[in-house]
């Protein structure tokens, strides 16, 4: 089976209780759309763990990006941007490993997918970008090294696909549209819940939300804040929520 997860956000034992709830096995492939680390309790222990699995494929989120720019770049602005956004326990776990285990994580992720525009499954063809598609048709997947500055902060940044107004898109990107017949778009970045099609199940938990007759998938939850983790499995469509403790359970 082939599942989607994104803006994991350190939630270590949230992502480890999706793994048990669909039985994850070698024979299965994980897409993480981005954002594993920054905001939660254990992201370099969760960066590491999927950097390892073999059949768990990371692609690199805008936390990610910050990151690969402060420390590998050695990017003052890039540094000071990240300590806006949460980096205090993804930096001081960082700092806790030895040089050649924080140069090793460093390269592993500089090499990481931006866009795979191309997976198939049962037929049908997914492309998947952490806030967005790129501006131009591309084939294969673009690599995080292999892209330019302004590709990677078109698609780590955007928010052009919070509101939607499919009119105002589809005039916008009718050419790009009609080159991806048939293809539905998987991203994160934004949580559903300050999206325009933003949904809930019971106990008003924000779910994987979709629009655009099915062809926009917006993954984000909320796990960064504490609210559920979720899965979308590719074959058969199934969502699968991690469980949060009892005292933050909402309604």
Same mark, same amino acid.
């Given at each position: 089976m082939h599942y989607v997860m994104s803006d994991i956000h350190? #939630? *270590?034992?949230?992502f480890m209780d999706i793994l048990k709830k669909i039985n994850f096995s070698d024979d299965d492939i994980l897409y993480i759309n981005g954002d594993v680390i920054d905001r939660g309790e254990q992201p370099i222990k969760l960066l590491k763990y999927i950097l390892s699995q073999k059949n768990m494929i990371l692609l690199i989120g805008n936390?990610?990006? !910050? !990151?690969?720019?402060?420390?590998? %770049?050695? /990017?003052? /602005?890039? !540094?000071?941007?990240? &300590?806006? =956004?949460?980096?205090? =326990?993804? +930096? #001081?776990?960082?700092?806790? +490993?030895?040089l050649v285990e924080q140069y090793s994580l460093l390269?592993?992720?500089?090499?990481c997918p931006l866009v795979i525009p191309n997976l198939v499954v049962?037929? $049908?063809?997914?492309?998947? @970008?952490? @806030?967005?598609?790129? #501006?131009?048709?591309?084939e294969d997947e673009l690599l995080y090294k292999d892209a330019s500055t302004s590709d990677r902060e078109r698609v780590?940044? &955007?928010r052009e *696909? @919070? $509101?939607l107004s499919p009119v105002e898109l589809y005039q916008?990107? %009718? %050419?790009?549209?009609?080159? *991806?017949?048939?293809?539905?778009?998987?991203i994160g970045h934004t949580p559903v819940f300050k999206c325009s099609y933003g949904q809930k199940r019971s106990g008003s938990l924000p779910k994987i939300s979709r629009s655009s007759k099915g062809h926009l998938i917006n993954m984000d939850c909320g796990c960064a804040r504490s609210m559920p983790l979720g899965c979308l499995c590719l074959e058969t469509q199934e969502e699968f929520y991690a469980d949060l403790p009892s005292d933050l359970r909402l309604g």
């Open positions: 350190g #939630k *270590y034992d949230y936390h990610e990006h !910050m !990151m690969l720019q402060a420390l590998l %770049s050695k /990017d003052e /602005d890039a !540094m000071y941007q990240w &300590s806006c =956004n949460g980096n205090e =326990n993804t +930096l #001081k776990q960082f700092e806790e +490993l030895t390269y592993d992720l500089s090499q049962n037929n $049908r063809q997914y492309y998947i @970008a952490h @806030a967005t598609h790129l #501006k131009y048709y591309i780590l940044w &955007s *696909y @919070a $509101r916008k990107f %009718s %050419s790009l549209y009609n080159s *991806y017949r048939n293809t539905t778009l998987i």
